[in-house]
């Protein structure tokens, strides 16, 4: 047809010009094309960590979303309003009639961008102290504005024990610093150690050994053990 309607079909005998007792309906129906997808969610992740998911809203009963790798054509990737791709890019939300096969005149983009990590902390300062006295400060070099520093007790998991690019413990050890990226979260990919040692005290000395001397003449050596 022309256009949308109803229509009815008879049976002519081309020999005789015979027509069928009755017509049989069929009709034609347009069906609506759905709303373009709405809401886009774009995502980042960290490099090396799980990849994220992008979205767009849940077009409800009757409907679904695909995802593609192309604006037009492409290929089919995802399916549902939430999509985890399997790499960091642009994709492309179309909604689609289900059942049915009518597809919304426009797709709507979200991407997934992979964010670098931090550099890992670098010139690591170990300290020591005197037993008995001020435990004293290790260090890595600041990371600078948008960065920072967190001291763990364990090269890997661990506790958090300290911020900051100094930090004086509280017992003598080996700690490891990491860097953080305080608007993504990133975190670098290694931790840097550094060490506070405690130094022992000496023995007191022993075994001192007095000595005189006659007025006016050469003083004379006092002593303890080497």
Request: proline share 9%; net charge negative.
């Amino acid at each position: 047809p022309t256009a949308a309607g109803t229509y009815w079909a008879e049976v002519i005998n081309e020999a005789t010009l015979c027509v069928s007792a009755n017509r049989t309906s069929a009709t034609l129906t347009e069906n609506p094309i759905p709303a373009d997808a709405s809401n886009p969610v774009d995502n980042t992740y960290c490099v090396g960590s799980p990849l994220t998911p992008i979205s767009v809203d849940d077009p409800g009963t009757g409907f679904r979303v695909d995802w593609y790798d192309a604006n037009t054509a492409g290929n089919l990737v995802g399916t549902g309003p939430a999509f985890t791709p399997a790499a960091a890019g642009t994709y492309w939300a179309e909604v689609v009639s289900d059942p049915g096969s009518c597809v919304s005149a426009n797709r709507v983009s979200a991407t997934l961008t992979a964010t670098p990590l931090p550099n890992d902390a670098i010139n690591p300062v170990n300290n020591a102290y005197c037993a008995g006295g001020d435990l004293t400060p290790i260090s890595v070099d600041d990371p600078g504005a948008g960065f920072r520093i967190d001291w763990y007790d364990a090269s890997t998991a661990g506790t958090l024990v300290a911020t900051g690019a100094a930090f004086t413990p509280t017992a003598a050890g080996t700690y490891w610093a990491e860097v953080i990226n305080e608007t993504t979260l990133c975190v670098s990919a290694n931790r840097t150690s550094a060490t506070l040692s405690e130094n022992q005290l000496p023995l007191d000395a022993t075994n001192p050994v007095d000595n005189t001397y006659c007025v006016g003449s050469p003083l004379t050596p006092i002593s303890v053990d080497d």
